[in-house]
Structure formats: C-alpha cells, structure tokens
C-alpha cells in the first residue's frame, strides 16, 4: 500500500485524537444461492480518522466504499476485525450519539414536512426542547430550506431533498458526519452548496468522512484521501504526497493508475494480449 | 450561502442522550417512530375511504325501511359492526405489512438506523404506531356505530360499546404484531397482507370449531390439530358483536381482563419473533 505519510509538524494532524477507527476489518457476503461463492467486500481495512480532519474515501464503484460505511454505522456486521467511532464500538447504538450521515440517493418520509422530519431526529437525538427550534432554525438556514420548512417532501425537488439530508445529518451539531456520495446527482449549483457546507464544517473544527467519485472535488476540499479497490486499501494520505508519490499530475491520474486503468489500456499491454 | 453557524449549546447536548437512562431514551425513540406511523395514516386516504365506505352503507340501510320491521336495527348494528370488522383488519393489515418494506424500498431506514436507535426500538416503535392508528380509526367508527345505534334505539349501553371496541382494538394488536412479523419473513407487503388476512380471517371462521374435528380424528391427526387448536391466536375470543347486536349486559370484567392478557402475551409472542428475526437481517 502507498502511503502519502503526514507531515509531523503539520497542525492537523497535531491534533491526532483518533475519531474513527477501523482495524482489519473484512466482509463477506454470503450468496443464497447453492454453488455461488462468498463476496469478500473488505479485505483486512485498516484506516484512522483524526478529529478536525476532511476524509476522503474514494474507489470504483465495488470497491467496498458503502460496505464500510454500512459497518461503521451498524447496518452490516463485520466478518472479522473491528471499528471504533469515539472509541466506542461500532456494535454499540450509543456509537451513533454524536455522528450525523447522510446516505446516498435517499428519500425521506415523503407525507412530512422538512421541519417535521428534524423534529422527529431532534426527538431521536434527545435534543432539549427549548434547543430545538433553534437547532432547526439553524440548519433550515444552512441547506437554505427555511422558506420550504413547511411544505411536504414529497413537493421538493432532488436537490432540496438532498439537502433535507444534509439537515438531518446536521441536526446533532454532530462532531463526525459521514457523508456517502453528497453530491451525487447533484446540478453544478448543489454542488457547490453541499461542498461550501463541508468547508465551513471544516473550519468549525468538525470531522467529515466522505466517500465520492468527484476527484476534483476530493482534491478540492479533503486533507487526506483512502483509494480502495476491490475490499482492499491501496493508498492513504494527502492528495500531494500521493501525486508526488507516484510522480503524477493530479489526483484523477494516480486513482486510475492505482485502480490499474492505465495498464488496461495501454496499447502495447492490448498489443501483448492480443499476440 | 447563508454564514448561519450551527448553534452549541452550553450544556453539551450531543451527549444528552449519553447522561440519559437508556430506558427512558429507547421509549422516546419509540414513541417518536411510532408518532411518524400515526402521522402517515392520518395523511393517508384510506382510513377515510372506508369509514366514509362504511357511513354511507350504514346509513342507506337505515333509512329504508323493511316490512316496517321494528328490530330492523339490530340488522342494521350486525351489517356495521360487520363492515367495522373488514375495515379493521384491512387497515391494521395493510398498515402494518408496508411500514417496513417501505422503509427498505424509500431507504428511510438507513438515516433511522445511522442514529442511536435499536432495531428492537424501531419495531416496538413501528407496532406501537400501527397499534394506536388502529385504535383511533376504531374510535371514529364505534363513535359513529353507538350514535347511530343509539338515536334509533334510544338506549345508551356505553359500557358495552367501550369493552366491546377495546377487546376488538387488543385483538387489532395481535394482528398487528403478526402482520409486522411476516413484513420481515415476506419481502412484498402484498404477499404479506393476502397471507395475513387470509390466516386471521381463517382463525376468525374456523378456529372455534378446530377441537369439535380433533374429536373426530384419528391420532396423530388428533394430537396435531389439537396443538395447533392450541397454539393458534384465537381471534374469535374478542369478537363481541352479539354482546352490541342484543344490547345484552357488559362483559364481566375478570373475562374482559382475562381476554386483554391473552393478547397481551400473543402480541408480546410475535413481537419477540420479528425482532429476533429484524435482529439477524443485514440492512443493505
């Protein structure tokens, strides 16, 4: 595995307290039908998250991306190893208290209104009630929703109810989000919100776990990246250590190469094969 | 971009729930999942088609008249509380057989899940729902029965309308907690409802009779239908439209008290065994 390693002296990772851990992790999908083999999704993941830090998690579709994040907020039990958010157990509900997650292409309870979906969060979270409304006060303003509080979501269009998402994630004031493709299907315009949102979580001192396929994007707004293929992890560390790393010009370059593109399409690989 | 930043509060409340007994924080999860079930059934058109259904054949029944037939209400009580019946069960079925194929399929279930909540606390929380949505359309339906019964009858047997409505609202609980059951053992709600009705109103038909054709039978034919007579929800129990129909006395409460533990500990039963079945399901 390449590894971009940190700066010591760098004031990031100074602040080295560890939020999210996963330790050898491996996944198995057992199929249900007689003579198919078990899919391994994760193979041995080992990874640290540091407060304050932006994460980015990429990988081709397959890789094991949602597997890992489906783990790491209980919907999926590990075949071997374990994850640590706070340094509490994954398998623990409690782990969940101070994240917010916002799923990919997701869909909320269609008949309520954006106000009373973070209502029933807040109620979930235990929020006091005299914080509440000032809590969805906030975040309404902040996915710039408020003027739509009270419509149903089954009225809004796909950005806004991404951006619903983005709410309920935010909903916790939660000091980890983890963020599963954010700006997937997305116009140029969402985008930009959703990636000024995670800069301004940023600079609060929040950390952000995200996973996308927008490298320029990653490039952009993470301080460090995991490249994942097939279960295993391949690269970790920050975006110009890994250019520099495997002497390329930009991130989109080194995640191909390390995915193995480049030598599937090189013509004198093609022209090898084919004699 | 609006520069709201998200306030803090000074009492640390991300970790609010963490000081709270956990008790008291999985009943409020559960009774904020099952507040989103009521809500949905308030929004939705069904409850309302029947009821509306069932007002409007009541009341054409009512207003003809029949060989100027003075006990023409008591039919008119039997074909409601009939009416009532169906309407029940295809609400409570219905209801409940969506609540988690719909969480799956919309992917609601994964916000839900990515916060502190069990999946014992969502199931507890989707049954206390659908448990309680039964229990208002119940209400509105026995309202309408006892006022209608009443302004023809002039007699007013409350009592007997409130224990006949609450036997039929526990028995509303078992079927609630089978259909939320076989939501997780059947992945199209349709198949679970189609099974669901067909298997109470079976019970609802022939369940009583059950030990009558045991005594007929050979063994081991005898043994298992016994055991079956046995271990069957016996739904029939809570049906206590004759009690309304003949206007006869109330229930006597030791039985009435007797009838709501039996579906206490069936609910309690087919609760445990679709959490024990939610439990073991990767959510993927």
Redesign the interface.
């Known amino acids: 595995m390449a590894s971009g390693g940190a700066d010591p002296g760098d004031v990031s990772v100074s602040m080295s307290d560890v939020i999210l851990k996963l330790e050898h992790l491996r996944v198995e999908?057992r199929s249900r039908e007689l003579g198919q083999e078990t899919k391994q999704a994760l193979n041995g993941l080992t990874l640290a998250v540091h407060r304050g830090e932006v994460f980015g998690f990429l990988g081709p579709n397959g890789a094991g991306k949602?597997?890992t994040m489906?783990v790491l907020?209980?919907?999926?039990?590990a075949t071997a190893g374990d994850a640590w958010i706070f340094d509490v157990n994954v398998r623990q509900?409690?782990a969940?208290?101070?994240?917010g997650?916002?799923?990919e292409?997701?869909?909320?309870?269609?008949?309520?209104t954006a106000e009373?979906t973070l209502r029933?969060?807040a109620?979930?979270?235990?929020?006091?009630k005299g914080?509440v409304d000032?809590?969805i006060e906030?975040?309404l303003?902040?996915v710039?929703l408020h003027h739509a509080r009270n419509r149903p979501i089954k009225t809004y269009s796909k950005g806004m109810q991404q951006r619903v998402?983005l709410a309920?994630?935010?909903i916790?004031?939660?000091?980890l989000l983890?963020l599963d493709e954010p700006t997937s299907g997305l116009d140029p315009l969402g985008r930009m919100?959703v990636r000024?949102?995670i800069q301004?979580l940023r600079n609060?001192g929040k950390t952000v776990f995200f996973s996308s396929h927008e490298l320029g994007e990653v490039e952009t707004v993470c301080d460090r990246v995991a490249i994942l293929h097939q279960g295993e992890l391949k690269a970790e560390g920050r975006v110009n250590e890994l250019v520099r790393h495997y002497k390329l010009d930009n991130l989109e370059q080194v995640f191909l190469k390390i995915i193995g593109y480049n030598e599937l399409n090189d013509p004198s690989n093609l022209a090898g094969r084919a004699a | 971009?609006?520069s709201?930043?998200?306030?803090?509060?000074p009492v640390a409340?991300?970790?609010?729930?963490?000081a709270?007994p956990a008790g008291a924080?999985g009943w409020?999860?559960v009774w904020?999942i099952a507040?989103?079930v009521i809500?949905?059934l308030c929004?939705?058109k069904d409850f309302y088609v029947l009821f509306v259904l069932t007002a409007l054949i009541t009341l054409v029944m009512g207003s003809v008249d029949i060989f100027s037939e003075g006990g023409i209400v008591r039919y008119l009580k039997e074909i409601c509380l009939f009416l009532i019946w169906i309407s029940s069960l295809v609400i409570a079925i219905t209801t409940t057989a969506r609540q988690l194929p719909a969480e799956r399929e919309?992917?609601?279930l994964?916000?839900?899940?990515?916060?502190?909540?069990?999946r014992n606390q969502v199931l507890i929380g989707k049954f206390l729902g659908c448990w309680m949505a039964c229990g208002l359309a119940l209400g509105m339906f026995y309202l309408f029965l006892g006022v209608m019964a009443g302004a023809r009858e002039h007699v007013w047997p409350v009592l007997g309308y409130a224990q006949a409505a609450v036997l039929h609202w526990f028995m509303l609980g078992i079927v609630c907690a089978m259909s939320l059951a076989g939501s997780i053992v059947f992945a199209a709600p349709s198949s679970n409802s189609t099974i669901t009705f067909v298997v109470c109103v079976g019970i609802l038909l022939l369940a009583r009779r059950m030990n009558e054709v045991a005594l007929g039978l050979s063994e081991p034919a005898q043994t298992i239908v016994y055991g079956i007579y046995f271990a069957l929800p016996h739904l029939e129990l809570f049906d206590a439209r004759d009690l309304l129909v003949h206007n006869w006395g109330a229930i006597p409460w030791g039985i009435w008290a007797g009838a709501l533990g039996y579906a206490a500990v069936h609910a309690a039963l087919f609760l445990g065994i679709a959490c024990a079945l939610f439990r073991r399901k990767?959510?993927?």
Not at chain 1, 123 to 128: A, D, E, L, M, V
Not at chain 2, 4 to 9: D, Y
Request: glycine residues 4%; proline residues 9%.
């Open positions: 999908y949602t597997t489906n907020l209980g919907f999926v039990p509900p409690i969940r208290q101070r994240i997650y916002l799923p292409m997701t869909y909320y309870y269609k008949f309520l009373e029933f969060y109620k979930i979270f235990r929020i006091p914080e000032s809590r906030a975040v303003k902040l710039e998402g309920q994630a935010l916790n004031n939660p000091d983890i919100k000024e949102i301004r609060e | 971009m609006n709201t930043t998200l306030p803090t509060s409340p991300r970790d609010f729930a963490l709270a924080s409020t999860n904020a507040g989103v809500k949905e929004r939705r919309n992917r609601t994964f916000p839900l899940l990515a916060k502190p909540v069990t990767a959510i993927n």
